[in-house]
C-alpha cells in the first residue's frame, strides 16, 4: 500500500534518514533507487516527481532530483516511464524464461540418445550456475549435479560463457583470480572455445568429462549446455562425432527457438 512507504523516516532535507549504525553511502543510494522504481504498476506506467513524493515522503525537490539521475543513467526514459536499460533487463529475463521453458525436452531427448547426464546453466558471478537437470535414465551409476552449484572457472559451461561474453569486463574480472601466466593460457583456450563452439572441461578429475556448447538467445550469449560422463564415455578434446555431434544439435535447435 502506498501508505506503507512513509513509515520510513526521513532528514529534513527530504532524504532517507541514514542507518543508525552507520551511512551505508552507496548501498544507501540503490536502496533509493529501487524504492523508486518499485513504484512502477499497472496503474503508474510513468513517474512524477508529485508522486515519488506523495509515496515515499520526499520533498519534491529530492523527489526530482532522483528522477533525473535515473534518467541519466538510463532506468527512466524521457517521459520518466520505464528507460532503455529496464527495457534491457526485461529482454534478459524473457530470454532466460524462454530458455527455461524450452530447454527440459530438448536435453530429455539428448540424454535419452546418448545416455549421457544433460546439465544446463547461466553465468553467475563467479561461474556458471547450475540451473536444470536432465539425468541419464540407463545404468546402475549415473553422474550428476545439484542444480545451484557454482561452476569452476575451467568447467566446460563457464568456458563456453566466458568465451562468447560481450562484456570484456566480465571475462577480465574472472580471469583475475588466476595466476598472469595461467590466465594468459585461459584466454587462448576461451579463443578456441569461440572457434569450436564447444569447450571441455579443466578439473583434473581422474575418469570424468564434460563438454559444452552454446546456447544463444536473443543478442548474446544465453546459456551452457552440457553433458557429463566417464572418460570412456566422452572423449576430452574430441570436436566430432557422437556423442558431441548430438550436443551440438541439440544447442543449435535451442539457440534457434529462442533466437529471433
Known amino acids: 500500500m502506498h501508505g506503507e512507504a512513509n513509515a520510513e523516516p526521513v532528514d529534513r532535507d527530504g532524504d532517507f534518514a541514514p542507518a543508525a549504525e552507520a551511512d551505508r553511502g552507496p548501498i544507501q543510494s540503490i536502496e533509493r533507487a529501487a524504492k523508486v522504481l518499485s513504484l512502477f504498476d499497472g496503474d503508474t506506467p510513468a513517474l512524477t516527481a508529485a508522486t515519488v513524493s506523495e509515496r515515499l515522503g520526499l520533498n519534491r525537490t529530492t523527489a526530482h532530483r532522483y528522477l533525473q539521475a535515473l534518467q541519466s ?134 575418469g570424468l568429462a564434460s563438454v559444452a556448447a552454446p546456447i544463444f538467445g536473443r543478442s548474446d550469449i544465453g546459456a551452457a549446455m552440457a553433458m557429463i560422463g566417464t572418460t570412456a564415455t566422452l572423449s576430452p578434446g574430441q570436436r566430432s562425432g557422437e556423442p558431441v555431434d548430438s550436443l551440438r544439435q541439440a544447442a543449435e535447435k535451442l539457440s534457434s527457438l529462442v533466437s529471433p
Open 73 to 206: 543513467s538510463g532506468f527512466l526514459g524521457s517521459g520518466y516511464g520505464p528507460g532503455p536499460l529496464l527495457d534491457q533487463l526485461a529482454a534478459v529475463i524473457s530470454g532466460r524464461q524462454q530458455i527455461l521453458t524450452l530447454a527440459p525436452a530438448i536435453m530429455r531427448d539428448l540424454s535419452d540418445r546418448t545416455g549421457l547426464t544433460v546439465v544446463l546453466s547461466f553465468l553467475g558471478r563467479s561461474g556458471a550456475v547450475v540451473t536444470l537437470v536432465e539425468e541419464a535414465s540407463a545404468g546402475t551409476v549415473v553422474l550428476t549435479v545439484r542444480v545451484g552449484t557454482v561452476l569452476e572457472l575451467k568447467a566446460a559451461q563457464t568456458r563456453v560463457l566466458l568465451a562468447f561474453q560481450s562484456d570484456p569486463a566480465v571475462v577480465s574480472r574472472m580471469l583475475a583470480r588466476l595466476a598472469p601466466e595461467e590466465a594468459v593460457r585461459e584466454r587462448a583456450q576461451l579463443a578456441s572455445v569461440r572457434r569450436d563452439r564447444l569447450a571441455w572441461a579443466d578439473l583434473g578429475q581422474v
